[in-house]
């Protein structure tokens, strides 16, 4: 079983920053592709960034510049830094990775992005 655990999430006004955080147990954050992904009210959850296990990296366009994903093997973690946030960031940020045939996500955090 396979458990993730986001937390960073936060208010922030346009243009900050913020760093999630997905905490994994075990080792999986060495030996699996991760990924972040978002939800906002009255849409569909969408990818936003990956991490695979060689440390390759990809990003959905509209992010692209202003986020990066990272992890830290040693801490069971991957980061997500968000830097100049738009309201358009505002959604609840997920992680998931893909391991034994199926699919496991965090709760979530919540990123609110507003003046």
């Known amino acids: 079983q396979v458990q993730l655990v986001e937390s960073g999430g936060g208010l922030v006004q346009p243009g900050g920053s913020l760093r999630l955080s997905c905490g994994a147990s075990?080792?999986?954050?060495?030996?699996?592709?991760i990924g972040w992904y978002r939800q906002a009210p009255g849409k569909e959850r969408e990818p936003v960034a990956g991490?695979?296990?060689?440390?390759?990296?990809n990003y959905v366009d509209s992010v692209k510049g202003r986020f990066t994903i990272s992890r830290d093997n040693a801490k069971n973690t991957v980061y997500l830094q968000m830097n100049s946030l738009k309201p358009e960031d505002t959604a609840v940020y997920y992680c998931?990775?893909?391991?034994?045939?199926?699919?496991?996500w965090g709760q979530g955090t919540q990123v609110t992005v507003s003046s």
């Open positions: 075990g080792s999986i954050v060495s030996i699996a592709s």
């Open positions: 998931k990775v893909y391991w034994n045939f199926k699919d496991y």
């Open positions: 991490i695979t296990r060689g440390g390759s990296t």
